[in-house]
């Protein structure tokens, strides 16, 4: 729906107050890779980014210079069919960015790159967002999202669950969590009781409480309980997920 | 649009059925000519039709378009074709010129070809040869006819996304349907775009394709009439690929 590919019920996305097909130069301000990324097998990987930089009218030395940037220049001609998968959204990859644009849509861009392929996509994305572009990630791989991103937007059925920086989103809706360990959990379990922090037993001297850790740390302080751990529990991106659209559903 | 029109152009040029279909069209071309040539006797007023409309291009153009059109579906390259040029239009429009410039170039140099062969062999055999005008006219005519069906071919595999369906489909209404409604209904057959108009506007006598009592249009109305063809399935076309969703 943002790149006018399939047609919205209700709505217009615009870059910068413009559709993507009203834009003057589309694939020089708005770089895109869909999932599922199709070439044409017969052609050559130069072959078709030399066709995508004509149709953008993007200058020809672009096309070099995008197979350096994504590690494809040995094998740029060479016919896509006998392309690996990684080596495929790498190609894809490469298409985006030839027309040097300030915003990227990647849907999915981690499908078929192998463990140093996926670190080096994270590196690419970071390396563009460093230079003050818009990078926008479409992803169901969540642990990989979560290490990538400064802003999340969680969609569950056409409704906007949450969105904001990665932190806030996955920090807890009933508050801060903290993990605390001490010799003396009973004690520091009552202690935290008498001033209404709730806590609840993890086993092994440890304790999930329902408070910062500032809070429990000056408790533990004043009452000179000795602490062995003393972190912050932070929930997965997975479980944040789960929590909004089960809440929405 | 200059630049699409080059992106199209590009993508026939680097594409190895291109190059395979146009090596067939001169092959077949350059056969027929040389075995009319060779095995004919042809007279001075029947030797331009007899021997240099042996140009097979507007059938072979009309299935590579088709080809190079369906092909961005099969393929599913039509989703990064329109998200470099997202004005369905212009890029419809660049796929019909790209074509219809691709039939003009190999009808020229499949006629040329053709017309260096056919006076070699002819002369060789002291038989009459067309006027040097007559000849261009001619060139010109089988030009013009490739021109417009391999722009007709870019209409029709856009209404017909699936690849063997279209081509077979043309391949039925070319040697079965058309030549049919030619016999039995001849004011409706002559209409026809793959057999009566590209007769038409080559201004081949109708005898000469098999037809004694038919009336072919003449080229200028044949031209229009295969035009309207032309415009009739892009304007269908592009209805529907405005609306289709690409996802």
């Known amino acids: 729906m943002l790149l006018g590919l399939v047609r919205a019920d209700a709505g217009t996305a615009r870059f910068d107050g413009a559709r993507y097909e009203d834009l003057a130069h589309p694939s020089g301000q708005v770089g895109a890779v869909l999932e599922d990324a199709s070439f044409h097998p017969g052609r050559t990987g130069r072959n078709h980014l030399r066709v995508l930089a004509t149709a953008g009218g993007h200058p020809a030395e672009r096309v070099a210079d995008v197979l350096a940037q994504v590690d494809l220049s040995a094998a740029a001609d060479r016919r896509v069919k006998g392309y690996s998968m990684g080596m495929r959204q790498r190609l894809a990859i490469a298409a985006a960015l030839l027309g040097d644009p300030n915003v990227l849509i990647l849907d999915e861009p981690a499908n078929g790159l192998d463990p140093p392929g996926i670190r080096w996509m994270r590196d690419l994305l970071r390396a563009q967002a460093g230079r003050g572009r818009a990078v926008l990630v479409s992803s169901h791989l969540l642990s990989e999202v979560a290490q990538s991103v400064d802003d999340i937007v969680v969609i569950a059925r056409g409704a906007l669950r949450a969105s904001g920086p990665l932190a806030g989103v996955l920090g807890s809706s009933d508050g801060p969590v903290t993990r605390v360990r001490s010799i003396e959990a009973e004690r520091l379990a009552t202690l935290l009781r008498e001033r209404d922090i709730a806590s609840e037993p993890e086993g092994s001297g440890a304790l999930l409480v329902r408070g910062a850790p500032e809070a429990v740390g000056e408790i533990a302080a004043n009452h000179r309980v000795a602490l062995v751990e003393l972190v912050t529990v932070s929930r997965s991106l997975e479980d944040a997920f789960f929590e909004l659209t089960e809440a929405g559903s | ?247």
């Open chain 2, 1 to 247: 649009m200059k630049v699409l029109l080059a992106a199209e152009l590009l993508k026939l040029r680097t594409t190895r059925t291109f190059v395979a279909v146009a090596a067939v069209a001169v092959a077949t071309s350059m056969l027929i000519a040389g075995l009319t040539s060779l095995l004919s006797e042809p007279s001075e007023e029947s030797v331009l039709t007899d021997v240099f409309t042996s140009d097979t291009s507007s059938l072979f153009i009309l299935i590579l378009a088709i080809v190079g059109i369906s092909g961005e579906w099969r393929h599913r390259t039509i989703t990064s074709s329109l998200l470099a040029a997202p004005d369905r239009l212009r890029f419809l429009a660049a796929k019909t010129l790209a074509f219809a410039a691709a039939g003009l170039i190999l009808s020229l140099l499949i006629s040329i070809a053709v017309a260096i062969l056919g006076f070699a062999l002819l002369s060789s055999r002291d038989l009459p040869v067309p006027e040097g005008a007559e000849l261009a006219a001619q060139i010109g005519r089988n030009a013009i006819v490739a021109a417009l069906l391999g722009g007709f071919g870019v209409g029709i595999g856009v209404l017909v996304r699936n690849q063997p369906v279209a081509i077979v489909g043309v391949l039925v209404l070319s040697f079965a349907v058309e030549p049919a409604v030619l016999g039995l209904v001849p004011d409706v057959g002559r209409f026809g775009p793959f057999v009566a108009l590209p007769v038409g506007v080559q201004d081949v006598p109708a005898a000469d394709v098999g037809f004694e009592d038919i009336r072919p249009l003449s080229p200028a109305l044949a031209t229009l009439a295969l035009l309207g063809w032309l415009s009739a399935s892009f304007a269908a076309g592009y209805a529907l690929l405005r609306r289709r969703d690409l996802d």
